[in-house]
């Protein structure tokens, strides 16, 4: 009879906490030989920068149980042998774990959840809120890409400032970029959603060569999908900071106005490796600080 294969156990301290973190020399993104060990090291680091932006919020996870290049799993449900110290709400009929530590994100690392997704509202009292952010995702098609992606980024920050809306542009760690501006939280998701698909009709009319406001993939071809339905309170965008599972370890990526300006103009405006994005937090700090205040 063959031996049960008994995964191996390492007891750390985190945020108060005793966690057991297993099979740390797991690969996770094969194609770099990136290890579960290297996953949550990488989210350590960053949880200084990341929790304040899953703070609140219903967390969505997709898992990898065998690495990036197997299936995984969206999972929205606490998962089963949730521990009683994470926190959860019930949103819908369906109890979402939440990160307010280090304790809890570690936690959901160590079950695999490579990408982090949450929505633009927060919770309060047990209760869903109006939005405080407004997000707008280009989804390029190709032969469109990143530059192209760039390009609508800027008309995007224009319009939305002149209706006093200040805006941070991420690059997905996927095709794309996400587009964030903070609101008051005067707005329902519908009326935000409304708001998006508006500006999104308004810049496809103007730039139609470059631009496509509906969903239908027959017309994505060499532009750039503005995607506004994921302001619906039902849908989630990865969260900044959370890596993706990806062939490499790439992260959604906070960039700065001036980087997009210049991979508009055709200077190199790739997705950032997790090592890049550590990098960055030490020169440059959180290129997000200011959403959060906001």
């Not at 993706?244 to 960039?255: D, N």
Request: charged share 25%; aromatic share 6%; with cysteine.
């Amino acid at each position: 009879m063959a031996e049960r294969y008994v995964p191996e156990v390492t007891r750390v301290e985190v945020a108060g906490r005793t966690l057991k973190l297993t099979s740390l020399d797991k690969l996770l993104y094969p194609s770099t030989e990136t290890t579960k060990g290297e996953v949550l090291n990488y989210y350590a680091q960053v949880s200084e920068v990341l929790l304040p932006h899953l703070a609140d919020r219903a967390l969505t996870r997709v898992r990898y149980p065998h690495g990036t290049n197997d299936q995984s799993f969206f999972e929205k449900n606490l998962p089963s042998g949730a521990p009683s110290w994470l926190p959860r709400v019930r949103i819908d009929d369906v109890t979402y774990p939440m990160v307010e530590d280090l304790s809890h994100l570690t936690y959901l690392v160590n079950l695999n959840s490579i990408e982090l997704h949450i929505p633009q509202w927060r919770v309060d009292d047990g209760e869903r809120q109006h939005p405080d952010r407004l997000v707008i995702d280009l989804d390029p098609g190709s032969p469109a890409g990143l530059k192209e992606c760039a390009q609508v980024a800027l008309m995007v920050r224009d319009r939305l400032e002149a209706l006093g809306l200040d805006l941070y542009p991420v690059t997905s760690g996927s095709k794309g970029m996400q587009l964030y501006a903070g609101l008051p939280g005067d707005l329902t998701s519908d009326q935000t959603r409304d708001l998006a698909q508006q500006l999104a009709q308004e810049l496809t009319k103007k730039h139609p060569e470059l631009i496509v406001w509906k969903m239908t993939k027959s017309l994505r071809p060499g532009k750039v999908f503005l995607d506004w339905s994921q302001n619906v309170a039902a849908k989630t965008t990865v969260c900044p900071y959370s890596l993706r599972g990806k062939e490499t370890p790439t992260v959604a990526a906070p960039r700065s106005w001036d980087e997009v300006e210049a991979g508009a103009q055709g200077a190199k405006f790739e997705q950032l490796m997790f090592d890049e994005v550590l990098d960055r937090l030490e020169s440059d700090g959180d290129l997000l600080a200011d959403l959060l205040a906001s």
